[in-house]
T-cell receptor, first 117, second 115 residues
Framework: EAGVAQSPRYKIIEKRQSVAFWCNPISGHATLYWYQQILGQGPKLLIQFQNNGVVDDSQLPKDRFSAERLKGVDSTLKIQPAKLEDSAVYLC???????????????FGPGTRLLVL | AQSVAQPEDQVNVAEGNPLTVKCTYSVSGNPYLFWYVQYPNRGLQFLLKYITGDNLVKGSYGFEAEFNKSQTSFHLKKPSALVSDSALYFCAVRPIKAAGNKLTFGGGTRVLVKP
């Protein structure tokens, strides 16, 4: 079974530029998550989708971050404009169960490392 | 609000010795508890989880964790550490029933196993 795929793996941009990240979850997984992991910290949830609907985006900085999952499969996360403090690893995770299920386990992709100069 | 504490930034252990990585949590109600491992330039890999039942949970690569409700702890253990266990370990908690129901991670503990 293929894992969660993410691209690009690395991205360097200047502040105020825009950037987009792509995630392809494990086949059949209805729930998809985007996390931000700043160096030296644990991942922090940005947004959670159930199929193509948003379940939780309370920690997404909506003035500059946006995310979509139009067909309930792939997802993109965009930052526009980027700030220096956005430098982090952006992790995508997916799960075959809803977050209310005891069986819910999240499986993570390799991440996209973003450096904002 | 839920939280996870991993009190040790780094744990050093000799190969073959027992390994323990500590985790305590705070959550309203009963928790689901998880351990993940992160190798350099890779995403998090699921190791094990506690849902209910037996307090001792066995997971991948010979790891196990013990849920202690009275101490609100979920320490990760391995009886005999390998050099290849050197990585970053994250504990995470999710409340069983709560609005949002999101997974909250600790800050991570770096494990260094020396030959």
């Amino acid at each position: 079974e293929a894992g969660v795929a993410q691209s690009p793996r690395y991205k360097i941009i200047e502040k105020r530029q825009s950037v987009a990240f792509w995630c392809n979850p494990i086949s059949g997984h209805a729930t998809l998550y985007w996390y931000q992991q700043i160096l030296g910290q644990g991942p922090k949830l940005l947004i959670q989708f159930q199929n193509n609907g948003v379940v939780d985006d309370s920690q997404l900085p909506k003035d500059r971050f946006s995310a979509e999952r139009l067909k309930g499969v792939d997802s993109t996360l965009k930052i526009q404009p980027a700030k220096l403090e956005d430098s982090a690893v952006y992790l995508c995770a997916s799960s075959s169960h809803s977050t209310w299920s005891p069986q819910e386990t999240q499986y993570f992709g390799p991440g996209t490392r973003l450096l904002v100069l | 609000a839920q939280s996870v504490a991993q009190p040790e930034d780094q744990v050093n252990v000799a190969e073959g010795n027992p390994l323990t990585v500590k985790c305590t949590y705070s959550v309203s109600g009963n928790p689901y508890l998880f351990w993940y491992v992160q190798y350099p330039n890779r995403g998090l890999q699921f190791l094990l989880k506690y849902i209910t039942g037996d307090n001792l949970v066995k997971g991948s690569y010979g790891f196990e964790a013990e849920f202690n409700k009275s101490q609100t702890s979920f320490h990760l253990k391995k009886p005999s550490a390998l050099v290849s266990d050197s990585a970053l370990y994250f504990c995470a908690v999710r409340p069983i029933k709560a609005a949002g129901n999101k997974l909250t991670f600790g800050g991570g503990t770096r494990v260094l196993v020396k030959p």
